[in-house]
């Protein structure tokens, strides 16, 4: 039985602690050039090589992402990138590129090459062909069913490794592939700075009626004819599985740490939970699912694994996020039975909050004995970034987040 990495994305060094803390075996990351996410910070050389490091003490490995459509102007970065992954001691590159690729394969032979999903491969005789030149692993497209992923598993070499999408923001285009940004903003979503515009609402108008709009569908609002849902597979870890898919990718480097917490923590349990009872009608526990609700998030649907996407993979009515939990405080240290805690959103004595625990459900405690820095007792915490503690008899660790629910504030 394979038994799946799991592998998370990590925009920055607060997203990758976020990462190792809750369970990820590896995660993605960005240079400062030449990765398909420009929002985040990423890593420059030294901080590459710094989360390596971290990484690499823990038992997990390290990707670094070089997968933009490179132009010539691109090139020319192309040897820094190369000699700073080499450096760091990152365990593999992932490419887009096939011109970037033969750079890679010259300069440091021996990198491990892992196809980027851009690369759009929807084929065995295409995987063969990466493997042929050297890929260790492909990341498929999103566009393939697990029926396909699995004749691809079986028509290709045993040792070719094959990552998936399996949690996150869907595109409309194909694999990423597409120029509304570049069109409306000028940014190039080939190369890490889509604006996501095929989240906005539509509509038509008439050349000679300036002004005269034309809704498109659904109502008198217009449609939002090209928002896709977000992709959640937590519910289908054996059917990955046996389709022969050897890394679970979560898709998120622009997200807060928080979403990568708490997506790689469900993640991680449920399949921890599916390796301790492996059978084909393997479901994760309620609340390892109910976690995926408690991110930002579009509806969710399971993408083009069990069919094609166009009856229930599209929200037409609006575009918006559901972001219906906070991050109250992040925990730096408990001891004497109370938690002693770095303040994010205000809170007051008497509340219910939630603390997320690592592999394990979360915890519902109530604020009791809230006091200050100085250990002076108050009603309320208000102030971002204050230090505060409350009583708490239930063994938490550093870093851990704790929350509440937005409708309850």
Avoid at 56 to 66: D, N
Avoid at 111 to 128: C, D, K, W
Avoid at 225 to 236: F, G, K, S, Y
Wanted: aromatic content about 8%.
């Amino acid at each position: 039985m394979i038994k799946p990495e799991l592998l998370s994305p990590a925009g920055d060094r607060e997203r990758l602690e976020a990462a190792v803390m809750y369970g990820a075996d590896a995660v993605y990351l960005g240079s400062t050039s030449l990765g398909m996410r420009a929002a985040p910070q990423n890593f420059d050389a030294e901080q590459l090589g710094s989360a390596v490091e971290l990484c690499h003490s823990k038992g997990k490995k390290v990707y670094l992402t070089c997968n933009v459509l490179a132009h010539n102007s691109d090139l020319a970065n192309l040897h820094g990138v190369i000699d700073s992954a080499v450096s760091a001691g990152v365990d593999a590159m992932i490419i887009s590129d096939m011109g970037v690729l033969s750079v890679v394969k010259r300069i440091a032979p021996d990198m491990e090459i892992h196809i980027s999903t851009q690369t759009g491969l929807v084929n065995y005789e295409a995987a063969r062909a990466m493997y042929d030149m050297g890929a260790k692993r492909v990341v498929l497209a999103r566009e393939l069913s697990l029926e396909e992923i699995a004749e691809i598993r079986a028509k290709t070499p045993s040792d070719l490794e094959i990552e998936c999408f399996v949690h996150g923001a869907m595109c409309v285009s194909f694999s990423g592939r597409c120029l509304l940004s570049n069109y409306f903003l000028g940014r190039d979503s080939n190369r890490g700075e889509c604006a996501q515009p095929c989240r906005w609402k539509y509509a038509i108008m008439e050349e000679k009626r300036p002004g005269f709009y034309l809704p498109i569908g659904e109502d008198h609002s217009g449609t939002y004819i090209m928002n896709a849902r977000d992709m959640c597979m937590i519910e289908h870890i054996p059917e990955m599985i046996n389709a022969g898919i050897t890394s679970f990718k979560i898709e998120g480097r622009a997200k807060s740490s928080y979403y990568t917490a708490v997506i790689t923590n469900a993640y991680r349990a449920a399949i921890d939970g599916y390796l301790k009872n492996p059978t084909d009608d393997y479901k994760p526990e309620q609340w390892m699912i109910d976690e995926t609700r408690k991110v930002s998030h579009r509806e969710y649907c399971t993408g083009f694994f069990f069919s094609d996407p166009r009856d229930d993979a599209q929200i037409y009515y609006d575009g918006v996020y559901k972001r219906n939990w906070n991050v109250m405080a992040e925990v730096n240290r408990q001891e004497n039975g109370r938690v002693y805690v770095t303040q994010r959103n205000r809170f007051f004595e008497g509340d219910e909050l939630e603390i997320m625990v690592a592999g394990a459900e979360p915890l519902t405690i109530k604020v009791e004995e809230l006091c200050n820095e100085k250990g002076e007792p108050i009603d309320v915490a208000p102030h971002p970034m204050m230090k505060c503690s409350f009583k708490c008899d239930v063994p938490v660790h550093s870093g851990a987040l704790i929350r509440k629910i937005a409708d309850e504030e």
